[in-house]
């Protein structure tokens, strides 16, 4: 059968979801197995319109829940397809049982992850919540910062997931509302180029190839279950940071456009600086050059892959800086924030003399002003000045009430 | 950096417009950016949009913003909403309304020393696309007022954006746009 291509502008006016959308098209998936929820929807609903359109043959299969959906991706990658969907909070947590059975029967499944924070209360708006709920399930983790780069990574994701020494799921990561509903100007990649990148899909140890028949979602107990966890753990370890390189490089060879496990701006001789994830990485590197404008050498340091953990990568970034502030925006509910104990674990045997200070922020979508980061800046030059850490441990930016801080 | 703040109630297409009004710039070279502020949303619920414009990328992703202009395309959140918060000296407001400039400003004193221009953009709305959906109408009267864009520019571009309407809904946005580019004060 065959599909229409689509002619797009070089610079096409998107939001985070259309961008994943048209990712997902220029991808050819062949089976989307989804169930909506915001903010994450749209991605899907793209899909089934370009699918209803004729501009994908592939097959949407609606169900009645995430974990179904997710189940449904898993018999459909299983089966030998090009396989993704999208979710959010709530629904991110239903699939979340199903998230290990794709890593651990090795799917090379792409779930866009619209980040939203989780219930109670209610709430659909951005904060990492569900990122950080998905972080020990076995998958390939990629963050985007702006609706460029969620449409950039879901190929970068496919490529890596694919690769037969990879085989693993991957998510790609974006910020309810602030990337997902915000349209910014995204650089696209015609219809046969982008789909050069990722080219046909090559089936491994697939159900449907009847000459060499396999079994999938197996049991092991004590004989073999610590081997298949060891094996999958190594190949995060070892083999996965390379392909993903690798896929780096090729995109930056196909469009220019460059990326880097762990991102670094203005980090080079920088005093103090900010560890975060997804659209806050971009606000704080505005801020950064404003904080130089006033004497602070500010820098930023976004995590681009959050597993596996760039733990190499990030320890060579900080080494050399005098404060530090990791910015988690997912409540850490009885402890520091995931940041702040991935960055003390990567700099604890190094040489560093930095001073380590965590933060949270953000919860539920409230707003991190660019306020909010001068005042962290300074205070982290306040820090180098004092020559030690002159707050708690733990603080709560922009809560209302009290100064929430620990430790 | 040019900012707009939108006040709307949902549905009456304050983020198609935003969205629409970014897109067209973004073809001059220019970097936009164009979000809003949902919660649970709820047609009718008063709601804000927003818009960013400058000549190099658009890193800032925080919420607020003290807007250059400020769009009201309901002419009943002028009185239920500030539409005046976090504004600059010389923030220029449009505010969709029946009454005439003085009248607005004499009903809502916080208006009061504020350069506002009025245009009944629901009126307008109502009389040529037949509904009252009066985004692209402040579209076409902020082309007046900033001059931001020759009007016919403006009108091909939007002839493009809403390209995926009925013939009949695209022209009559048109007569929409070109008669609030007229009718604005």
């Known amino acids: ?407 | 950096m040019l900012e707009i703040r939108w006040h709307s109630r949902a549905g009456q297409g304050a983020v198609t417009g935003a969205k629409g009004l970014a897109d067209v710039i973004s073809t001059t070279g220019k970097q936009v950016q164009a979000f809003a502020f949902y919660g649970s949303a709820k047609r009718g619920a008063a709601m804000t949009a927003y818009n960013r414009v400058d000549d190099k990328v658009i890193m800032n992703h925080e919420k607020y913003m003290e807007p250059d202009y400020v769009f009201v395309i309901d002419p009943a959140i002028v009185y239920t909403a500030d539409v005046t918060i976090h504004g600059k000296e010389n923030t220029k407001y449009i505010i969709t309304t029946h009454l005439s400039t003085e009248e607005l400003i004499a009903s809502q004193p916080k208006l009061k020393g504020k350069e506002v221009h009025t245009v009944d953009c629901i009126k307008i709305a109502q009389e040529t696309i037949g509904r009252a959906i009066p985004n692209t109408p402040m579209l076409g009267a902020f082309m007046k007022i900033s001059g931001m864009y020759d009007i016919e520019f403006f009108k091909e571009n939007m002839r493009r954006i809403l390209a995926k309407l009925p013939q009949k809904i695209v022209d009559a946005n048109m007569i929409a746009i070109q008669r609030a580019y007229d009718e604005v004060k």
């Open chain 1, 1 to 407: 059968m065959a599909f229409d291509k689509m002619e797009l502008r070089d610079i096409e006016v998107w939001d985070g979801n259309f961008a994943a959308a048209q990712a997902l098209r220029q991808c050819q998936i062949d089976v989307v197995s989804a169930y909506p929820i915001t903010p994450s929807t749209p991605i899907v609903e793209g899909y089934s319109k370009f699918l209803a359109d004729n501009y994908v043959e592939g097959e949407f299969v609606m169900v009645e829940s995430e974990h179904a959906a997710m189940s449904g991706c898993i018999g459909a990658s299983a089966a030998g397809g090009r396989v993704a969907t999208a979710t959010s909070s709530q629904g991110f947590a239903l699939m979340v049982e199903t998230l290990y059975q794709a890593s651990g029967m090795r799917l090379p499944i792409i779930l866009n992850v619209v980040n939203r924070a989780l219930a109670a209360p209610l709430n659909v708006n951005g904060d990492h919540a569900d990122m950080y709920l998905g972080r020990d399930s076995g998958w390939i983790q990629f963050d985007a910062y702006s609706p460029q780069e969620a449409y950039d990574l879901n190929f970068i994701a496919f490529r890596v997931a694919e690769d037969h020494d990879v085989r693993l799921p991957a998510m790609v990561h974006q910020d309810g509302f602030m990337t997902s509903h915000t349209a910014q100007g995204v650089y696209t990649m015609d219809d046969d180029t982008a789909y050069s990148f990722v080219g046909d899909f090559k089936p491994m140890n697939d159900m449907l190839d009847f000459e060499h028949p396999v079994t999938h979602g197996v049991q092991t107990e004590e004989d073999w279950h610590y081997e298949h966890k060891a094996r999958q753990h190594n190949d995060l370890m070892t083999k996965v940071p390379a392909k993903i390189e690798e896929a780096f490089a090729s995109f930056e060879k196909l469009t220019g456009r460059k990326y880097n496990q762990v991102e670094q701006y203005d980090m080079d001789d920088a005093d103090v600086a900010v560890v975060c994830m997804g659209t806050s990485v971009e606000t704080a590197r505005e801020v950064a050059t404003e904080m130089r404008e006033k004497g602070i050498k500010a820098g930023v340091v976004g995590l681009r892959v959050i597993r596996p953990f760039p733990f190499m990568e990030i320890k060579e970034a900080l080494e050399g800086i005098k404060a530090i502030a990791t910015l988690d925006r997912s409540s850490p509910n009885g402890a520091a924030g995931m940041l702040f104990n991935e960055i003390a674990g990567a700099l604890f045997n190094s040489d560093t003399k930095a001073l380590l200070s965590g933060y949270v922020y953000g919860l539920g979508g409230r707003d991190l002003t660019k306020k909010h980061l001068v005042d962290l800046y300074t205070e982290l030059q306040g820090n180098v000045d004092a020559g030690k850490v002159t707050t708690p441990l733990q603080q709560f930016i922009g809560v209302r009430g009290p100064k929430l801080q620990f430790l």
